[in-house]
């Protein structure tokens, strides 16, 4: 399809002899093609994850909880479980981030935490290309 429209557009000129058209149609699909690649028109942005961390009781939870505020758009608790020994939480988040943080750089905040273990982040499902 997209060679058809070439063809029709600035190929079908030049025969003609009609360069004008030719010229201002090339630099018309080329700025418009540009454009759309440095805005990144129609790009998929992968802002939803769930992230899941083991969390000892006795500390402190603001620590985690403003490295998730301070990186991510909303944090949403999905689950508590607590483990065998009682020492332990396993928590589960709904996290959306922030369009100027990587999920590399919340993962990365979060274990500098020394309280925190078997950290996990999970793609959603609707936000995974097949």
Do not use: W
């Not at 557009?9 to 004008?20: A, D, K």
């Not at 993962?107 to 078997?118: C, G, V």
């Amino acid at each position: 399809m997209t060679f058809i429209f070439r063809y029709l557009v600035l190929e079908m000129p030049i025969g003609t002899s009609n360069y004008f058209i030719t010229i201002t149609g090339t630099a018309t699909i080329s700025i418009t093609a540009f454009a759309m690649h440095f805005t990144k028109f129609g790009a998929i942005y992968k802002l939803g994850f769930i992230i899941r961390f083991r969390f000892h009781q006795s500390a402190a939870k603001e620590a985690y909880i403003d490295v998730l505020t301070e990186a991510c758009k909303t944090v949403h608790l999905l689950s508590i479980e607590p483990s065998g020994n009682d020492q332990n939480l396993m928590l589960s988040y709904d996290v959306e981030m922030s369009r100027n943080r990587s999920p590399d750089q919340l993962i990365e905040s979060l274990k500098k935490i020394q309280d925190i273990s078997n950290l996990t982040l999970i793609t959603s499902k609707n936000d995974v290309d097949y």
